[in-house]
């Protein structure tokens, strides 16, 4: 199985501050890479995917970069509504693992 | 739109059996491949199966291969997962989950459609 590798697990920070979560794949996947937010008792909401392609909807302060196996989110100006948790998905090969989540707390 | 909901969860017993289903509206149902995702409490996301768009070809984590059997109704709109011996590691929120692109075994596109998801808690 692909292993997927988020940092941190854990994120403290402030409204208006960048913010970058890296996902590092075990096996190169090309872009075969999403990434999800998800809020306490909620289901995952996808925000890219492809690596970098933004889903329908999604504010452009999300971005997504990389490819092969070095992958970040990157949240430009922290709003109040994106304290979540973040959760990296491969989905070149099945199983179609996760990363272990990155949650993003109000400092 | 699309949806997807969930039910059949529920509390079962160790060595127990459930069968979840998920009622899809909203897309050509036929099109895409469906899956369950779930999350135990405080933990992280979890593949357990995938399903193609005829049914032909099914994948399973190695957590569940030999105890879960994943299936679709093409004319109801409708996933299942049927889940055999169940234990306290199969408890979680289990998600019935749409692929956003039609290919099977890799996707581009993300999972672009989740549902509300179901409970499962495994106790005597």
């Known amino acids: 199985d692909i292993q997927l590798t988020q940092s941190p697990s854990f994120l403290s920070a402030s409204v208006g501050d960048r913010v970058t979560i890296t996902c590092r794949a075990s096996?190169?996947?090309?872009?075969?890479l999403a990434w999800y937010q998800q809020k306490p008792g909620k289901a995952p909401n996808l925000l890219i995917y492809?690596?970098?392609t933004l889903q329908t909807g999604v504010p452009s302060r999300f971005s997504g970069s990389g490819s092969g196996t070095d992958f970040t989110l990157t949240i430009s100006s922290l709003q109040p509504e994106d304290f979540a948790t973040y959760h990296c998905?491969?989905?070149?090969?099945?199983?179609?693992?996760f990363g272990q989540g990155t949650k993003v707390e109000i400092q | 739109e699309v949806h997807l909901v969930e039910s059949g969860g529920g509390l079962v017993q160790p060595g127990g059996s459930l069968r979840l289903s998920c009622l899809a509206s909203?897309?050509?149902?036929?099109?895409?491949?469906l899956h369950w995702v779930r999350q135990a409490p405080g933990r992280g996301l979890e593949f357990v199966s995938a399903i193609d768009r005829t049914a032909y070809s099914t994948h399973y984590a190695d957590s569940v291969t030999g105890r879960f059997t994943i299936s679709r109704d093409n004319s109801k709109y409708t996933l299942h997962l049927q889940m055999t011996n169940l234990g306290a590691e199969d408890s979680a929120v289990y998600y019935c989950?749409?692929?956003?692109?039609?290919?099977?075994?890799?996707?581009?596109?993300?999972?672009?459609?989740w549902g509300q998801g179901t409970t499962v808690t495994v106790s005597s």
């Open positions: 909203g897309f050509t149902f036929s099109d895409f491949s």
């Open positions: 096996h190169a996947i090309a872009n075969y």
């Open positions: 492809g690596a970098s």
């Open positions: 998905q491969q989905l070149n090969h099945y199983p179609w693992t």
């Open positions: 989950v749409k692929s956003g692109g039609r290919s099977y075994g890799y996707d581009y596109y993300g999972m672009d459609a």
